[in-house]
């Protein structure tokens, strides 16, 4: 299985940016898949996450209202719409690929395949 992120770049406060991360090697429409971020010496955190099926999703407190998850199923892929860019988005951010059934995961273990990563930088 391999996810390939990109997307990612420098923008000022204010603006947007859409993430894509395309899949294969698996049945891409029967995972959930996730996006989390990174930021350097800190956890892992989850972002947004959306069903096989394309709804429902959930997302992060710090995120709902700016940022939209979506998905295309027929091309293998998982977009980020991210708008109204705050400089604390900034960060490595990474999809996944759920392990499992789970509906909505949102635990980094509940994953089993990741991206490389794509860093996203906002300025203030």
């Known amino acids: 299985v391999q996810l390939q992120a990109s997307g990612g770049g420098l923008v000022r406060a204010g603006g947007s940016l859409r993430l894509s991360c395309a899949a294969s090697?698996?049945?891409?429409?029967?995972?959930?898949m996730g996006w989390f971020r990174q930021e350097p010496g800190k956890e892992r955190e989850f972002v947004a996450t959306?069903?096989?099926?394309?709804?429902?999703?959930l997302y992060v407190d710090s995120v709902k209202g700016r940022f939209t998850i979506s998905r295309d199923n027929a091309k293998n892929t998982v977009y980020l719409q991210m708008s109204k860019l705050k400089p604390e988005d900034t960060a490595v951010y990474y999809c996944?690929?759920?392990?499992?059934?789970?509906?909505?995961?949102?635990?980094?273990?509940?994953?089993?395949?990741w991206g490389q990563g794509t860093q996203v930088t906002v300025s203030s």
């Open positions: 090697g698996r049945a891409f429409s029967s995972y959930a």
């Open positions: 996944a690929s759920s392990s499992g059934p789970g509906f909505l995961p949102t635990r980094k273990d509940e994953y089993s395949y």
């Open positions: 959306i069903s096989p099926s394309g709804r429902p999703t």
